[in-house]
């Protein structure tokens, strides 16, 4: 995830300008500002990898014939053992909190590395596996970073930094997709994707290499409450983003196989897009990261237009803009879940929350890939699947989430409890039915293996005596 900081003379008085009592506890610590700096620096590398490499990925597999359906496979493999491994954090997640710096640089570049053989395969189970590795590298390293900036930063500094992160990596991601539109648009089909899949990677290297330098030893031993405060609360605000992150998901492996097989763009305007979303993003982060929380409904609200246009547009050009739109207004809705993380983070915890939203994100990969494999080509379908599901995140945070409620805060809260106790009385029933379940299932598999043996017995004994 991104985020960032403010400039301060240390953590003690700007906890006395912001006046957050709550963040007392924590330690001042000298090197407050050069972290900050090796954050932004270290999201400003990642930007211009991210261009060349993961932006690129549906792009590559379209351009060697892979469809939706197989694109979601692909996806599906990965984000499940993904999902698996963030659900693993979350009963254990005291592995995020011993030797934390080797495990961030062991993932950090093993996610890197492994886009170079990527390029060098052709067959869907082979890229299914690299992606793999890289999705789960991708979880440990969204995890580690998190529980970095919410440990290290108070609420006003979390803000901060997340803006600040997600415009040095927009700035410097312009120029990777300005180098992929190029490399894309003049070198011969067999080069142009080696030499984004090489050349993205090591510059990606630069970023490991930023958080070399960084201090975490504040992050040894953090101590993970046993229990989470206002549970309520972090269940509706993550289904609201969970719902949210899922539309754009899908919406993102869905648009680029529309846009160059059914309106026949070439591949270096799918690219462009790119471009445009990385300089809209910017400009979002500027515009989002000092807003009210109230003022967040704009975006949320506005998401809803973005699959329409992109579907009822015949134009490929015009989806530029399109996409420069729809990434301005996503920049500040997912701003409004790391910002509502922050707002809570002494109930919730700093590792419970760095767990949750790399948690988030795998699943809504995971949620948002079986749409392709159900509704392969049937693009009618899938943009009706990206706008069901946006509308779903747009009513859960108008309805449950009081810092943006269409309704009053008393109704919102009412219903984020509501929310939160029936799912919770369903996951209940259906836990203790599937318990019912597994346990008459055994006895009778315990009885037919009793029945087969006396079988077996009695046929042994007329063996036996020759009858």
């Known amino acids: 995830m991104r985020f960032g900081m403010k400039l301060g003379w240390g953590r ?12 007392a506890d924590l ?4 090197g407050i500002r050069s972290l900050k700096l090796l954050l932004v620096l270290e999201m400003a590398f990642a930007g211009i990898y991210l261009a060349l490499t993961r932006n ?5 597999l379209t351009s060697i ?14 984000t499940a053992i993904s999902s698996v491994v963030s659900m693993t954090l979350w009963r254990f997640p005291g592995f995020l909190t011993r030797r934390v710096k ?4 062991l993932f950090h570049a093993l996610e890197r590395i492994f886009w170079m053989p990527m390029i060098f395969v052709r067959n869907m189970l082979s890229i299914a596996v690299f992606y793999a590795v890289i999705s789960t590298s991708s979880t440990f390293i969204s995890s580690f970073i998190n529980l970095l900036i919410y440990s290290s930063f108070d609420e006003a500094g979390v803000r901060d930094v997340t803006a600040k992160r997600t415009i040095a990596g927009n700035l410097m991601s312009i120029i990777g997709s300005a180098a992929a539109i190029i490399v894309l648009a003049a070198l011969p089909p067999d080069l142009k994707f080696t030499t984004t899949f090489l050349i993205g990677p090591l510059i990606g290297l630069l970023s490991t290499l930023m958080l070399v330098l960084a201090d975490m030893s504040n992050l040894e031993g953090v101590e993970v409450p046993r229990k989470i405060g206002r549970p309520e609360q972090m269940f509706t605000i993550s289904s609201f983003l ?6 754009s998901s899908l919406l993102g492996i869905v648009w680029t196989p529309y846009l160059m097989n059914v309106l026949r763009a070439p591949d270096y305007l799918a690219a462009a897009m790119n471009f445009a979303s990385t300089t809209f993003g910017i400009l979002g982060s500027a515009f989002w990261a000092r807003k009210s929380l109230k003022s967040f409904r704009l975006a949320l609200g506005s998401l809803i237009l973005v699959p329409m246009a992109a579907f009822l547009t015949p134009v490929p050009a015009a989806h530029l803009g399109i996409s420069a739109f729809g990434t301005f207004m996503f920049t500040g809705a997912n701003f409004l879940g790391n910002f509502l993380f922050a707002k809570y983070l002494r109930e919730f915890g700093a590792v419970k929350s760095s767990i949750m939203l790399s948690t988030l994100t795998n699943l809504s990969q995971l949620l948002a890939t079986p749409f392709g494999m159900l509704f392969g080509q049937n693009y009618l379908l899938l943009f009706a699947s990206v706008i069901a ?18 309704v009053p805060e008393e109704a919102a809260r009412t219903y984020s409890q509501l929310l939160y106790t029936n799912s919770l009385m369903g996951y209940t029933y259906i836990l203790e039915t599937s318990k019912e379940m597994i346990a008459l299932m055994l006895r009778l598999l315990a009885l037919a293996s009793v029945f087969a043996l006396l079988y077996i017995l009695y046929r042994l004994v007329f063996f036996l005596a020759g009858l």
């Not at 330690?27 to 000298?30: D, G, K, N, T």
């Not at 080797?102 to 640089?105: T, V």
């Not at 969970?242 to 539309?247: G, K, P």
């Open 102 to 105: 080797p495990k961030l640089l």
């Open 27 to 30: 330690p001042p610590r000298p």
């Open 12 to 23: 003690r008085a700007a906890f006395k300008v912001v006046g957050i009592a709550r963040s």
């Open 389 to 406: 599901v946006r509308l779903l995140s747009v009513a859960l945070a108008f309805l449950t989430v009081p810092e943006v409620a269409a």
């Open 65 to 78: 014939g892979f469809g939706v359906g197989v694109i979601s496979v692909i996806m599906v493999i990965a």
């Open 56 to 60: 690129l990925l549906i792009i590559y």
């Open 242 to 247: 969970l719902a949210m992150l899922t539309s």
